[in-house]
């Protein structure tokens, strides 16, 4: 672990290798897991501001759940996003021709309506932020579904932070990313 500014990081970011694999895993990550994606206090008025315009792309499936459960739960205490009952899928997915789970909020951002990717944690992944009083961890979670992604990040030599350094630069700023990569460049001499 090292530290940058108000963050704790594990080297986990530079040492592994990772570049989503969608043909592979097909947006499983959306599709599998116990709980929905993390949520900050912010974004939860950027849903609800964004939704009728994210509402087209998604599933009839995830407006039913929206419709059932609101635009975000709370789960001990944390805010994230609604599961769909039927599956435990994001209610925020939609399905391309080939069976892939997308994000419907990152296709209506692809798609010019509306100026916000998606959910931090989504953007960040496989980075996790814990955000503790005084520091914020920044680390690397391994979950076998992204075995792919760790095997083509292998073959393309792409590091987990360079993976998401966009996310990294949104979270934290750009400063923070250039302060990283001085870290990972000396860190790998």
């Known amino acids: 672990m090292f530290q940058l500014g108000k963050t704790i990081v594990s080297e986990e970011i530079i040492e592994n290798d990772f570049v989503c694999n969608l043909s592979a895993c097909k947006g499983a990550c959306c599709v599998d897991g116990e709980a929905g ?6 974004e939860l008025k950027i849903l609800m501001d964004i ?7 998604l599933t009839k499936e995830g407006i039913e759940a ?3 459960q609101g635009l975000f739960i709370t789960s001990e205490g ?3 996003t609604p599961l769909i009952p039927r599956d435990d899928s994001c209610v925020y997915i939609n399905y391309d021709e080939k069976g892939t789970a997308q994000c419907g909020i990152e296709e209506a951002y692809n798609q010019g309506d509306i100026a916000w990717k998606k959910p931090i944690s989504c953007h960040l992944y496989p980075v996790r932020v814990k955000d503790y009083s005084e520091f914020a961890a920044v680390n690397y979670h391994k979950w076998e579904i992204c075995d792919d992604a760790c095997t ?22 750009e400063d923070w990313y250039a302060e990283l990569e001085k870290v990972a460049e000396n860190y790998k001499k």
């Open 37 to 42: 994606a993390p949520l900050e206090e912010e």
């Open 66 to 68: 929206i419709e059932d």
């Open 152 to 173: 083509l990040g292998k073959e393309l030599q792409v590091p987990v932070y360079k993976f998401v350094k966009q996310a990294l630069i949104r979270k934290f700023g």
């Open 51 to 57: 939704y009728p315009k994210v509402k087209p792309y």
């Open 78 to 80: 944390e805010y994230e």
